[in-house]
């Protein structure tokens, strides 16, 4: 008799990696063997570009590097605007996203990633802006990646506060281990595919709401809860109607995400500076109680926050629309999943899992 199938691969092992290590049991995410935490309070962007794609840990001048060819990237990615025909006009933010990263043309392992990397942000920046029927912003090229993210959604270059958050959340989002669009980047690179491909395939894996499209919804939570005394009677009312408590839980971590930490230091940061995160205080209130009652109604189950709830907050508090909270995860995703598609390459064999038929039997007739 075969095997089970395990649902969803479920503790199939399907690569080896120096990339990232996420232990879900004791809350810990290691990128290339630096925790999280200290990762997104020490780093830049570049940085992580950089130790993702070299292997250690960046000089200030090969960081400098990066981002001078970064900046490039997103000059040359400008350029194509007119050329992207009807993908900026599309009402959804991945599916502009996914359309026009397909025109950009494979070259080389290395130039792909930092040529994919550098577009992401301004077709984004682009489509938000042509949403508000206002027109695309160009680059500067001696801003970091992501003060020129920020300068081309709104038009004026922001306040270092802002920057150093989307730096956070752009370092706590970069690598996370086998997830979904990670996984579908490295099928695509194992047929021998470019990198654009594998690219695109991944953001078409993240549109999924499964797998990226919590953060907005978050706000959508906090708006409706309002204030901290509605909190524990909103919460009852959705756990009784049956509904999920957005940014709570998680297929990995059976403890709080330690990216949520991550990021609600960054949101604390950020506050102490006196920009934004005017939801901080509610999201915190309402992440606590959220999971006392979540604890009494699934005592077996582990529902603490993940990357997403504090994600929704920092993300608009830097000014972020809930609109593009998927691209902007994609922005710094991109990153880990062209590190992964470098790396399947190493192993040069055809990922091509087995199936187990539970069809009708040899022989049946109609």
């Not at 695109?200 to 409706?224: E, N, Q, R």
Request: hydrophobic share 45%; aromatic share 6%.
């Amino acid at each position: 008799m075969s095997a089970p199938a395990a649902s969803g691969l479920d503790g199939v092992v399907v690569a080896h990696t120096t990339l990232s290590e996420v232990d879900g049991e004791h809350g810990q995410l290691v990128i290339r063997g630096y925790p999280i935490e200290s990762l997104v309070e020490r780093a830049t962007f570049e940085d992580v570009c950089a130790l993702l794609w070299n292997g250690v840990w960046p000089s200030t001048a090969e960081s400098a590097v990066v981002r001078m060819a970064l900046a490039k990237a997103r000059a040359d990615a400008f350029a194509m605007l007119p050329s992207l025909g009807g993908a900026l006009g599309m009402p959804d933010g991945m599916e502009s996203l996914r359309a026009a990263v397909g025109h950009l043309v494979s070259i080389d392992p290395s130039s792909d990633r930092l040529r994919l990397t550098g577009a992401i942000p301004v077709f984004a920046a682009a489509w938000a802006r042509q949403q508000l029927h206002q027109p695309p912003v160009s680059p500067r090229p001696l801003l970091s990646h992501a003060a020129d993210c920020l300068q081309m959604l709104s038009g004026y270059v922001p306040e270092p506060a802002l920057v150093r958050a989307l730096d956070a959340y752009w370092c706590c989002v970069a690598e996370h281990g086998m997830n979904a669009s990670t996984f579908t980047a490295r099928v695509v690179a194992s047929t021998g595919s470019d990198t654009v491909s594998a690219i695109v395939a991944a953001i078409g894996a993240l549109k999924g709401p499964l797998h990226g499209g919590a953060p907005g919804p978050v706000l959508d939570m906090l708006d409706a809860i309002g204030n901290v005394s509605s909190i524990r009677a909103w919460l009852e009312a959705e756990l009784a109607a049956g509904r999920r408590i957005m940014g709570l839980g998680h297929r990995i971590y059976h403890v709080r995400d330690p990216r949520a930490a991550a990021l609600e230091r960054a949101a604390s940061v950020l506050e102490a500076s006196g920009l934004a995160a005017e939801r901080l205080p509610l999201a915190r209130a309402v992440e606590h109680q959220a999971e006392r009652l979540l604890a009494e109604r699934y005592p077996d189950r582990r529902l603490r926050a993940n990357v997403e709830f504090y994600t929704a907050v920092l993300l608009d508090s830097v000014g972020i629309p809930r609109t593009l909270f998927s691209p902007m995860f994609a922005a710094s995703r991109v990153v880990g999943w062209c590190a992964h598609v470098d790396e399947q390459r190493t192993v040069g064999r055809l990922i091509r899992p087995a199936s187990i038929y539970v069809g009708p039997s040899t022989g049946v007739t109609r």
